[in-house]
């Protein structure tokens, strides 16, 4: 149950805001929540997180926490500095215009069927 990033941004409903999603980060499962205290302290390896924030905060929450990708739900944008400082800390921003709820059951799937 995982599959690339890459892969991940292939089948899935999905734009790729920064950073390249590429065959080394090996996705496993997520983590959607939008309290970053949470996220710094239960996201685990392998896990993209999913949420509807979008500030600078983000990027260091998933840097901190070692989290190479956060999917911004409902078509959420971020502002041009924020994705550069994403891209600086090799953090991966994508979106989508799924909700969260329909995103983490679409990525389950994905996850589930995957090769």
Request: aromatic share 4%; glycine share 8%; charged share 20%.
């Given at each position: 149950m995982a599959m690339t990033l890459r892969q991940l941004t292939e089948r899935?409903?999905?734009?790729?805001?920064?950073?390249?999603?590429g065959d080394d980060?090996?996705?496993?499962?997520?983590?959607?929540?939008?309290?970053?205290?949470?996220v710094v302290s239960r996201i685990q390896p392998g896990e993209l997180w999913l949420t509807i924030l979008n500030s600078i905060n983000v990027v260091a929450v998933?840097?901190?926490?070692?989290?190479?990708c956060v999917l911004l739900t409902e078509?959420?944008?971020?502002?041009?500095?924020?994705?550069?400082?994403a891209a600086d800390r090799s953090v991966v921003i994508l979106q989508t215009p799924l909700t969260t709820f329909a995103a983490c059951a679409e990525i389950s799937r994905l996850l589930r069927d995957a090769p």
């Open positions: 899935f409903d999905c734009r790729v805001l920064c950073g390249e999603p980060v090996v996705i496993s499962g997520g983590y959607a929540c939008d309290m970053l205290s949470l998933a840097a901190l926490a070692d989290c190479p078509s959420v944008e971020m502002e041009p500095t924020v994705l550069q400082r």
